[in-house]
């Protein structure tokens, strides 16, 4: 039976395309710094986000983990997003790795309430007090369930950071699709941050791997926090050479989110199912259910495969694996289970 795997974009099995690039991939050893196919992804990758220079990291995680790190001393305070990935999915590198106090705020889809965030920046300089240092964003943010965050508001933080001295990192993990889906170019929204993660690994197909972006003096000392992790790779041009193909494969994610929206819309009639196709942008759908668990169980069986995040609320994704069949055949099994 085909199954259709909706559980994320980084269920993606390599292109052909990317497995040629592999297997022709010119290597050499990455964290002596001679491996000229990790070069020459991070210069493309530097030049399309528009900052000075780039890292190939292993995982999103690990680009955010080292930015946070890098941007920040034991003990400042970072202003997270209460619903962002890197605060609730990141198996709490801010605590375990940078030793920094997260300050969740509020948002509306993913955009912080922005006379909240100047008094969550306007700390008393007393020594009682955590200072922050660094504000973060999420473009497009994930369990928001895949929204454009706005680029004036991107223009805001900046201000409200200036006034402060304070950093601003982007989590762009999915920030080509907010790219796509607004026409905006991913660099003018990176324009406004002072480092950038976005993976390649998600809706650009590859099988692994992210870029952390920014300064040069920032990502000079990303290397070194990278190698202090584990993280330096060695022959890993063969990886990253699907990562330069998957440069290349940004147009493609228009597709994902016509099939996301024709999903969700499919999905809006079935009584039972809760979800307002409207606020679909990206590639993300959330739907709300009475029992999450026992749908998506359910769903199995007809070979469709999805994510319950909570009690009630499924999570699916449309990918490059995903075409209208598989969309056609989830909206199919919906309607079985809840007739
Ligand atoms: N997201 C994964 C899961 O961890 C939830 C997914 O399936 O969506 N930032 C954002 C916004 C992400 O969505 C993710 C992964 C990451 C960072 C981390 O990337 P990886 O998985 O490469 O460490």
Redesign the pocket.
């Known amino acids: 039976m085909r199954v259709s795997d909706f559980r ?1 974009d ?1 269920v993606t099995k390599p292109t052909e395309k990317m497995r040629i690039a592999m297997r022709e991939a010119v290597v050499g050893d990455d964290v002596l710094g001679d491996d000229p196919t990790v070069k020459e992804l991070e210069r493309l990758a530097a030049e399309k986000i528009g900052k000075e220079a780039a890292l190939f990291v292993p ?4 680009g ?1 983990a080292i930015a946070v790190k890098v941007w920040t001393d034991e003990g400042d305070e970072v202003i997270v997003e209460e619903k962002s ?2 605060y609730n ?2 198996s709490g590198h801010l605590a375990f790795i940078s030793r920094v106090i997260p300050r969740p705020l509020p948002s509306k889809r993913g955009a912080y309430d922005i006379g909240l965030l100047k008094k969550a920046v306007n700390k008393r300089k007393d020594y009682h007090v955590p200072q922050p240092t660094l504000i973060t964003l ?1 473009n497009t943010h ?1 369990f928001w369930g895949g929204a454009v965050v706005p680029l004036e508001h991107f223009r805001a933080v900046r201000e409200v950071a200036d006034s402060r001295g304070i950093r601003v990192h982007l ?1 762009g ?2 920030i080509f699709n907010a790219s796509v889906a607004s026409g905006i170019p991913a660099r003018e929204y990176a324009r406004y941050v002072d480092s950038v993660m976005f ?1 390649l ?1 998600k809706g650009l197909g590859a099988p692994i791997g ?1 870029i952390l972006a920014g300064p040069k003096e920032f990502i000079e000392k990303a290397r070194w926090v990278r190698k202090m992790l584990g993280g330096g790779m060695r022959q890993v041009g063969v990886i990253a050479a699907a990562g330069i193909v998957a440069l290349g494969m940004i147009d493609r994610l228009k597709d994902d989110h016509r099939r996301a929206k024709e999903l969700a819309r499919g999905l809006s009639k079935v009584p039972g199912i809760r979800i307002n196709p409207e606020e679909v942008e990206t590639n993300i759908i959330f739907l709300k259910v009475d029992d999450a668990k026992s749908v998506v169980q359910k769903l199995k069986e007809y070979g469709v495969l999805a994510l319950a995040i909570s009690d009630e609320d499924i999570r699916m ?1 449309t990918h490059k694996d995903i075409d209208d069949e598989d969309v056609n055949r989830a909206i199919w099994a919906f309607k079985k289970i809840f007739s």
């Open positions: 994320s980084t995982s999103g995680t690990m955010n990935h890197i999915f990141e999420e994930n989590d993990a999915r993976c690994s992210s994704v």
